[in-house]
Nanobody, 124 residues
Framework: QVQLVESGGGLVQAGGSLRLSCAAS????????MAWFRQVLGKEREFVAA????????YYVESVKGRFTISRDNAKSTVYLQMNSLKPEDTAVYYC?????????????????WGQGTQVTVSS
């Protein structure tokens, strides 16, 4: 079993930055693809960013390219999402996810374990 704990969410003004962290425990983190998804109340969960087990391959939804960066520290079993130039439309609950495979995808069904989510609110 894998446990994922997100942190770093909060309230920020438009144009500001936040860094989300996701600490993993319970299995070999370094062999897992990791991803961030987000969900607005009443809407479906949306892919945001993903990284392969090595961190070399990364993927982003078009709306965050150039503003968000996903990274990982396998020694700390932690994945990060650096969010810059935040916009009100980035407001959502952000979820960390881990896969039982090394290669990342943008599909929710790839990921087997999920965190509890952290709220990000961007005010205009």
């Amino acid at each position: 079993q894998v446990q994922l704990v997100e942190s770093g969410g909060g309230l920020v003004q438009a144009g500001g930055s936040l860094r989300l962290s996701c600490a993993a425990s319970g299995r070999t983190f370094s062999r897992s693809a990791m991803a961030w998804f987000r969900q607005v109340l009443g809407k479906e969960r949306e892919f945001v960013a993903a990284t392969s087990w090595s961190g070399i391959s990364t993927y982003y939804v078009e709306s965050v390219k150039g503003r968000f960066t996903i990274s990982r520290d396998n020694a700390k079993s932690t994945v990060y999402l650096q969010m810059n130039s935040l916009k009100p439309e980035d407001t959502a609950v952000y979820y960390c996810a881990a896969a039982n495979q090394r290669m990342a995808t943008t599909y929710e069904t790839t990921y087997d374990y999920w965190g509890q989510g952290t709220q990000v609110t961007v005010s205009s």
